[in-house]
């Protein structure tokens, strides 16, 4: 297997040299299966994608350099500082930095539980959008809502749609 992490290493090292993204990504899996003419790969069993501080696991990847972007199939965990997101399926565009999140979708941040359909997370702006209906959960507090932001930079959210929010008597939400 060390075998193999190093050649995927190598071969995933000279596809994202060129690249427009300029943070360095190492990905691990226990398989590959590289197309080096169409510089395509696809990634599965216990894999971890690293670039930065952001950690990324799943049980399926693919990924061509044409589009710098990796799809993720299978329980889908991505982690970055106070934010955790857990789904089926996970879109990274590395060249707008963005990730899309959908299906079976949940995020954690700091005390809320957020579910919901579709989630948009632009990195660099630290700005998750959850499109389409999402419920979030802080204690017994409750938010239910369309179309909600969290901005993890002011640690607020927005909604601009009609939104429910049920605070418990003596709790202390956010």
Known sequence: MLRLIFASMLFISMLYAATLSSDQIDIEADR????????????????????????????????TRAKDIIHLLGSVEMVYGPLRIVCEQLVFDRRKQELQGSKSLKAFYRSYEIEGETLIYRINQKIVDFVGMTTIHENKNV??????????????????????????KGSHGR
């Open 143 to 168: 938010i239910q809502g369309k179309d909600i932001t969290l901005d993890l930079l002011k640690n607020k959210l927005y909604s601009n749609e009609k939104t429910h929010v049920t605070v418990e």
């Open 32 to 63: 590959f299966e590289v197309n080096i003419s169409s510089n395509h790969f696809v990634a599965q069993d216990n894999i971890v994608i690293r670039q930065g501080e952001i950690i990324i696991r799943a049980k399926q990847a693919s990924y």
